[in-house]
């Protein structure tokens, strides 16, 4: 189907289409959630994220973000992504953990309408993005209960949030993103609902990784570093989402 760069360029019309077509390739597999709607705005030709965003004004990415998401198949959730907009950097987040130093007023103005309009169209979860906007927080958004809460209470989001792929942090290199069971930690700490951490079954043939991430989990929960009331209101969000699928 066309991409972003070629939607963004043409109708609404053109886009609902595109849309509509990939959220029933996504029913045909037998899967219920699509992750494609990109809601970043990019910066230009020089930034990662480019060909995937829809326009480099924000407004136009906000119109066709609205139109892609409307775009429903009963039984398919839509996901925004990356929160809270990879377009505000250059690099490429599964190398780096890039930065930025935005003003918040500044930054909800451009890059954070997209997102509202996307909550606002009705898009079940958010992905987090792994970059840092220090202006906000010393964290990586995806580790960021600052950038959750912006999420949840200045955009008014009460449905699932779920990371990147946690993954992209240990690439790279920086030291405090080497633990796999260590970040998972940080990113339940901060909010997130759903983790994300794609294992290489080439390195880890035997899926000791998640083996590990589950120990870090349940004791952090046992230990109190996260609350088991947390953890019943992301269970309740994601639960209330399979049921709204199932029923659809």
Request: glycine residues 8%.
């Amino acid at each position: 189907y066309p991409g972003a760069r070629e939607l963004g360029a043409g109708s609404l019309d053109a886009t609902a289409e595109a849309f509509l077509a990939r959220q029933e390739l996504v029913a045909s597999t037998g899967s219920n959630v699509n992750f494609g709607v990109v809601a970043d705005v990019s910066q230009g030709s020089g930034a990662y994220i480019h060909n995937r965003a829809f326009s480099t004004d924000s407004a136009v990415v906000g119109e066709h973000v609205r139109a892609a998401v409307a775009a429903r198949v009963p039984g398919v959730a839509q996901t925004v992504k990356h929160f809270p907009g990879h377009g505000m950097v250059f690099a490429d987040t599964h190398k780096v953990v890039p930065s930025v130093a935005m003003p918040y007023d500044q930054w909800r103005a451009t890059h954070g309408e997209p997102f509202a309009i996307g909550i606002e169209a009705g898009a079940e979860l958010v992905m987090m993005a792994h970059i840092r906007v220090t202006t906000v927080s010393k964290d990586p958004a995806s580790l960021s209960d600052d950038w959750i809460g912006i999420l949840r209470n200045d955009l008014g989001f009460d449905g699932v949030i779920i990371t990147d792929d946690l993954r992209m942090l240990k690439r790279s290199g920086e030291e405090a993103y080497q633990d796999p069971a260590t970040v998972m930690v940080q990113a339940l700490v901060a909010g997130n609902d759903l983790l994300m951490w794609a294992v290489d079954p080439v390195s880890d043939p035997d899926y000791g990784t998640y083996d590990r991430i589950l120990d870090a989990l349940v004791a952090a929960v046992e230990s109190g570093v996260v609350s088991e009331e947390q953890v019943d209101a992301s269970l309740e969000r994601v639960l209330r989402l399979r049921i709204s699928l199932a029923a659809d």
